[in-house]
C-alpha cells in the first residue's frame, strides 16, 4: 500500500521524475494564486461583498486575530508568512477528500520544506528585531553551558514540526487504506470526514507552533520597548505632579 504522493511517479528520465508530490503542489500554489487574484480583481468596499471577497476577508481577520493573540506585533509585518503557511497546509488537506487527490503534505519532503521555512524565519526575524549579538546571546543563557542543548532545541523543534505533519498526514492515510480494505461500503464517507478534521487541526497546529516560535525570537525586542516606554512616561508623570 503506497502511502506517500512520493511514490506516485507519473513521468521519469534518468534520475529527473515528476511525482505527485510536486504535481499537487504545484497545483495547490495555482489554486490559491488563481483564487487571490480572482477575488482581488473585484474587490469593493460596498455591502453586497461577493461570496469570495466575504470567504476571503473572515480568514484573513480570523488569521490576523489569532497572531494577535500569539504576541506578535505589527500583526501585518507576520501576516504574509503565518497565513501563507496555513492556507499552503490546509488547503491540500481539505482536497485530499477528493478522490485521486494526494496531498503534498502527506510527503516528508513536503513537510520537511515548511520546517526548515520556519527554522530559517525565526532566526531572520529575532537578528531584525534584537540585532545579530542580541539574537546570538540567548543561547548562551542563563550560562554558557547551555550553548549545546539550545542548539540542539532549534533543529530538535524543526524536526518536531517537520515529523508531526507527515506523521499525522500519513497515519490517516494508511488507516483509511486499512478501514477501505475492511468494509469499502461504510468507511470511506466516515475516513473522509475524520481526515477533513485532521488536515485542518493540522493545519492550525503548525501555523501556532510557527507563530509561538517567532514570538519568542522577537519577544525581548518587544519588552525593551516596553520598558522604554515606561521610563520616558515616568519623568513626565513626576514633573506634573511637582508643578501641581
Known sequence: MEITPDAFIYWQHGFVKLNSTIVMTWLNMLLLV???IFVTIGLTS???LG???NLMEVVVSNIRNQ??????KPVDEFLPFIG????FILVPNI????PGYRAPTGSLSTAAALAICVF??????GVRRRGLLGYLKQYIQPTPFMLPFNIMGEISRTLALAVRLFGNIMSGAMIAGILLSIAPLFFPVLMNILGLITGVIQAYIF????AVYLAAAARLQQEKEGNTDQSEKQPRDKGGISHG
Do not use: C, E
Open 34 to 36: 488563481g483564487f487571490s
Open 46 to 48: 460596498s455591502k453586497n
Open 51 to 53: 461570496r469570495g471577497q
Open 67 to 72: 497572531i494577535g493573540d500569539m504576541g506578535l
Open 84 to 87: 501563507t503557511l496555513f492556507l
Open 95 to 98: 482536497l485530499a477528500v477528493v
Open 120 to 125: 530559517v524565519a525565526v532566526p531572520a526575524w
Open 207 to 210: 501555523a501556532v507552533l510557527a
